[in-house]
C-alpha cells in the first residue's frame, strides 16, 4: 500500500525536527500535510549512542531546537541520557508523530511528480521529501596495508565503549579531530599507553570562535558543495579549539602526534618512510579509529544526484538536479545552529514550490 503526504522527512535527530517544526509552524498537519519517519527505536537521534564517557560539560556545544530552550542538565550527566531527554520532550510538545523504527530504504521517482519513500513500513508518495539522515550511521574506516593481519582489537569511535576496558593497554588512536581528542584525553587518564596518529598536522585555533568567522566558514562549505563536492569535515575548516581539557593533554604529552602510518602488522603498526628522529614501529593493543563519518545518503541512490566531483549539488538546502529534494543537516547546515535556519529554510522553498505547482494545476 503506498500512502499519500504532501512532505516526507527522513530522519528524526536536530535537523530532522527542526523541519518538522518549522512544517507545523507552516501549516502542515501530520498526516496528509507531513511524516517524519526515523531509523532508531527512541526519540534522540545520534546523541543516544554516543560513548557513555561523554558528559554534557565536554559536548562541542548544543544549540536550542527552535521553540524550546534546553534546559542546562548537570555537567555531569551523560550525553546519551541528556540530549535525548530533551529531544523527546520537543517531540512531545509540538505532536510531531514520529514514526520509529522505520528504516527507509529508497526514495525513487514516483507518479504525478511525486517522490516515492520506500520503506520497511510501506511506501509514501510525497510531493517533496526533506532528508536529514546525518552521518553516523556510516563511519568512516579508511584501508591501510595489513589491517587484516592485526591481532590485536581494532574499532571505530562509533563502538567505543569507554576507557576502563583499555587500562594498560597501547592504544594508537587514528584521527585529527574533536573526537581524537576527547578519547586520547580520557584514554591516557585511564592508564592506557596512548600513541596519537593523524594524516595532517593539526591545527589549534587560539582565537575565540566568532559570529564573522561562523559565516567565513559556512561560506567555504557553501561553495564546496555547490560545486557538487563532498562536504569537508568541520575541523578541516575550523581548526580544533584549545580548551582547558587541551591544554592539559598538552602539558602531558597526550597530543604529541606522529604522521600516519604506512601498514600495519600483525603486533602494531609501521612506517617505511619515517624521518631519521621518528619512529619505524610502534607496538600495539588496540587501534581506534576516530577517521569521520560520511553523510548517509545510499537511499537516494535511485535518484542518480551524484555530481562528478563525487558529491551532491545543492543551493542552500535545495538539491540542484531535484529541487523536490532538501537536504537538511548537510554540507553547511552540519551542525546545531546550521540544521536549524536550514530546516526553516526548506521549509520555506516547499511551501513556494507546491504552491506554485498547485497553481499551475488550477490554471491548467
Do not use: K
Not at 122 to 145: E, K, S
Not at 250 to 264: C, E, N, Q, S, T
Not at 268 to 293: N, S
Amino acid at each position: 500500500m503506498t500512502r499519500t503526504t504532501d512532505v516526507v522527512v527522513i530522519g528524526a535527530g536536530q535537523a530532522g525536527l527542526s523541519s518538522a517544526y518549522f512544517l507545523r509552524r507552516g501549516g502542515f498537519e501530520p498526516g496528509d500535510g507531513f511524516v517524519v519517519l526515523d531509523g532508531d527505536r527512541a526519540p534522540g537521534g545520534a546523541w543516544q549512542h554516543r560513548w557513555p564517557t561523554l558528559r554534557m560539560e565536554t559536548v562541542n556545544g548544543i544549540f536550542d531546537l527552535p521553540g524550546m530552550a534546553f534546559d542546562p542538565p548537570s555537567p555531569q550527566e551523560q550525553a546519551a541520557t541528556a540530549v535525548p531527554r530533551y529531544f523527546a520532550q520537543f517531540e512531545e510538545q509540538f505532536e510531531l508523530t514520529v514514526q520509529r523504527p522505520v528504516a527507509v530504504r529508497a526514495v525513487r521517482q514516483g507518479p504525478d511528480e511525486r517522490l516515492l519513500v520506500e520503506s520497511d513500513a510501506g511506501t509514501w508518495a510525497a510531493r517533496a521529501v526533506i532528508n536529514a539522515t546525518g552521518t553516523w550511521t556510516r563511519p568512516f574506516w579508511p584501508y591501510y596495508p595489513g589491517r587484516e593481519t592485526f591481532r590485536g582489537r581494532q574499532l571505530h569511535a562509533v563502538n567505543y565503549p569507554g576507557p576502563q576496558q583499555f587500562a594498560r593497554q597501547r592504544v594508537i588512536v587514528v584521527g585529527g579531530g574533536i573526537t581524537a581528542i576527547q578519547l586520547l584525553t580520557e584514554l591516557a587518564q585511564a592508564g592506557a599507553s596512548t600513541t596519537w596518529v593523524t594524516r595532517r598536522q593539526p591545527e589549534f585555533r587560539d582565537e575565540p570562535f566568532s559570529r564573522e568567522y561562523g559565516r567565513e566558514v559556512v561560506a567555504m562549505v557553501e561553495r564546496r558543495v555547490r560545486a557538487g563536492l563532498v562536504p569537508q569535515s568541520v575541523v578541516s575548516v575550523t581548526g580544533l579549539p584549545v580548551t582547558p581539557a587541551v591544554l592539559e593533554a598538552r602539558r602531558h604529552g597526550v597530543l604529541d602526534r606522529l604522521p600516519m602510518f604506512d601498514r600495519i602488522t600483525p603486533d602494531g603498526v609501521a612506517w617505511d618512510h619515517a624521518e631519521a628522529d621518528a619512529p619505524r614501529f610502534a607496538e600495539a593493543d588496540v587501534i581506534l579509529w576516530c577517521t569521520g563519518w560520511r553523510a548517509a545518503l545510499d537511499h537516494l541512490a535511485p535518484l542518480h544526484l551524484r555530481a562528478p566531483g563525487g558529491g551532491i549539488a545543492i543551493d542552500g538546502t535545495r538539491v540542484v538536479l531535484e529541487p523536490r529534494l532538501h537536504l537538511v543537516g548537510y554540507g553547511p547546515s552540519a551542525s546545531t545552529v546550521g540544521a536549524n535556519r536550514a530546516g526553516r529554510e526548506a521549509v520555506r522553498e516547499i511551501r513556494q514550490l507546491l504552491s506554485q505547482r498547485s497553481a499551475d494545476s488550477l490554471a491548467a
